[in-house]
């Protein structure tokens, strides 16, 4: 497995994963695990999965399927798909 497959992460690869610099998410870390923020696995090295961890920031950020939002669905077709008239 590559390391950008990979399923459980160093806080280093984490942050990079996340697209943030190292030190800021080590200052985010306690209040984002007060709220469910992925714990470190002591049986994989202390590190965290990776799939819990964006699915928390996914719920965090109303793109999880059970917040209600998302991805709408279309109500019409969308103006530039139109075909018009000759």
Aim: hydrophobic share 35%; charged share 30%.
């Amino acid at each position: 497995m590559t390391k950008a497959n990979a399923l459980f992460l160093t806080e280093g690869e984490l942050a990079d994963r996340m697209g943030i610099k190292l030190d800021l998410l080590k200052t985010a870390l306690p209040a984002l695990q007060k709220t469910g923020f992925p714990m470190p696995d002591p049986l994989f090295d202390g590190r965290r999965y990776w799939p819990a961890c964006e699915a928390f920031l996914d719920r965090r950020y109303g793109l999880s399927s059970s917040s209600g939002q998302g991805n709408p669905a279309l109500d019409e077709e969308e103006p530039w798909k139109r075909k018009k008239s000759a």
